[in-house]
């Protein structure tokens, strides 16, 4: 198996130019490529070779970047981590990708030890800049290949989290469509937002390699999101470019009244709608919002509307990229003309190879050399993408996405459950609120907060329901199916003021 390696024919070309900026520091991409190759022996040597699948518990910081580098030129399968899951949903993780060691930095090497003290994995802390003892001799670093990269959770259309493959070759041809649509200056500045188990924020980090640009880290690693930082650091840093999720320029707008900072050429927003109010706002106040319609399975983005675009048309997510075909199809999958809604389906080279171990989950998605979204748009009489709904049930609160059925299931463990149903309410900053209504079995005593206090054990935070409602029964269809719709009204109209 040959290594792919974005960051040496970047180094060989322009060792000098900046690779990372974070505090007071500016990492070259000579000094990164040596930093990565002294993980990566480091890595050799406790037992990772191509192929080796590694869990990964990686904050947005210098080491984490060296690390994925370094496992990308080893061969060996990246399985990056939620940072926000507990240590039970992390461990269920590790074992359904059948990772063999966990990687983490300094700041996540106590979790990650906690995580595998049951398991027969390795933790290995990422070390400080250093130069390896022992280079491992590897193949040619120019090669882009089409065996796995990197394994990410994502919720799917159904079911739990399923595991995507992606290749190389996706991350590569998902790099060159996007500059086609976005282009690229030569002080181009990335801000990082975006963790780098989401296939957003880890196509960054390619990205900006063969662009040669830098990233810029946000010095706040490890605290929550804050709208006044992140706004100093796009004009301290001088960033061009930046990806938010809806949430996060929600609150940039509340909490600064300051149009943004010159330098600033470019927000990517994505991860879930943004409502035609918040771009009007961001429009408004001067913000260069680009709109974009992606999902982890075609390796970030599908579809951009550039600034101009936006403004013309807000709404649209714009034209498929580079190479990427669209197509919306009816329910017996025959191509609806503009302006009906169907299902969108996908096809190019950034469309993942399938689920990892989910023989039927994959054939579901891929079929006749097309990805079946699950999500409902149209396509104009222009070509450009009108997304209507994401995955049907599938809620997406903060950029996160939330699976109603593992949620339910965390709730029917509790002994007082008998019935759940989760669904997502609109929120004008979250996008969506998880929340949840509930039966309880005869005689039990139980209130909402305890639900929660439950969940909260079981769950990563985000996907703790928000709203809980204690209903004597759930409406339902006359087959005795539960009508999700009706639970969402009934709970969306109670959560007005």
């Given at each position: 198996m040959h290594p792919v390696d974005f960051l040496t024919p970047r180094a060989m070309t322009t060792p000098d130019r900046p690779a990372l900026v974070w505090g007071n520091r500016t990492l070259t991409y000579g000094a990164l490529k040596t930093w990565a190759r002294a993980l990566e022996a480091q890595l050799a040597r406790a037992g990772v070779t191509a192929g080796s699948r590694v869990a990964a518990l990686l904050p947005k910081s210098p080491a984490a970047v060296a690390a994925i580098h370094a496992?990308?030129?080893?061969?060996?399968?990246?399985?990056?981590?939620?940072?926000?899951?507990?240590p039970e949903e992390m461990r269920a993780q590790i074992a359904r990708s059948g990772a063999t060691h966990v990687l983490a930095t300094p700041s996540t090497a106590e979790r990650a030890h906690a995580v595998v003290e049951e398991r027969r994995v390795t933790a290995i802390a990422s070390e400080e800049l250093g130069i390896a003892e022992d280079p491992v001799p590897l193949p040619s670093p120019f090669a882009i290949r089409n065996s796995p990269f990197a394994i990410l959770f994502t919720s799917g259309t159904t079911g739990a989290p399923k595991a995507a493959v992606l290749t190389a070759a996706n991350f590569y041809h998902s790099a060159v469509a996007s500059v086609f649509r976005l282009g690229v200056l030569p002080d181009d500045r990335w801000l990082l937002t975006l963790p780098l188990y989401h296939v957003g924020g880890l196509s960054i980090l390619f990205r900006s390699a063969l662009y040669g640009i830098a990233v810029v880290l946000l010095e706040n690693v490890e605290a929550s999101f804050d709208p006044r930082w992140l706004y100093e650091t796009l004009r301290r840093r001088h960033v061009t470019l930046v990806s938010l999720v809806p949430t996060m320029l929600h609150r940039l707008l509340e909490a600064v009244p300051e149009p943004p900072p010159p330098s600033l050429r470019l927000v990517l927003l994505g991860g879930a709608a943004a409502s035609p109010e918040l771009l009007q706002r961001a429009l408004a106040r001067g913000y260069p919002v680009a709109t974009t319609y992606g999902l982890t399975e075609a390796t970030s983005q599908v579809a951009t509307a550039t600034p101009p675009e936006v403004r013309r048309k807000p709404g649209s997510v714009g034209r498929p990229l580079l190479h990427t075909r669209v197509r919306v199809v009816d329910g017996q999958g025959r191509t609806l003309p503009p302006g009906e809604v169907g299902e969108i389906l996908v096809s190019g080279p950034t469309v993942f190879s399938g689920y990892?171990?989910?023989?039927?989950?994959?054939?579901?998605?891929?079929?006749?050399?097309?990805?079946?979204?699950?999500?409902?748009?149209?396509?104009?009489?222009?070509?450009?993408?009108?997304?209507?709904?994401?995955?049907?049930?599938?809620?997406?609160?903060?950029?996160?996405?939330?699976?109603?059925?593992?949620?339910?299931?965390?709730?029917?463990?509790?002994?007082?459950?008998?019935?759940?149903?989760?669904?997502?309410?609109?929120?004008?900053?979250?996008?969506?609120?998880?929340?949840?209504?509930?039966?309880?079995?005869?005689?039990?005593?139980?209130?909402?907060?305890?639900?929660?206090?439950?969940?909260?054990?079981?769950?990563?935070?985000?996907?703790?329901?928000?709203?809980?409602?204690?209903?004597?029964?759930?409406?339902?269809t006359a087959s005795g199916k539960v009508q999700r719709p009706l639970v969402r009204e009934r709970l969306q109209t109670e959560a007005k003021p």
């Open positions: 496992v990308a030129h080893l061969g060996a399968v990246l399985v990056p981590l939620n940072l926000r899951l507990t990892d171990g989910d023989p039927r989950a994959t054939r579901a998605a891929l079929q006749d050399g097309w990805l079946h979204t699950g999500d409902l748009g149209y396509l104009d009489a222009e070509g450009d993408l009108w997304v209507v709904n994401r995955r049907s049930d599938l809620i997406v609160t903060g950029g996160e996405n939330v699976y109603p059925a593992e949620v339910e299931a965390v709730l029917r463990q509790h002994p007082a459950v008998a019935e759940a149903c989760v669904v997502g309410l609109d929120d004008a900053e979250w996008g969506q609120r998880v929340a949840a209504a509930v039966v309880l079995k005869p005689h039990a005593d139980v209130t909402p907060q305890m639900l929660e206090d439950f969940c909260r054990q079981r769950l990563a935070g985000y996907k703790v329901p928000r709203r809980i409602r204690i209903l004597p029964d759930l409406p339902r």
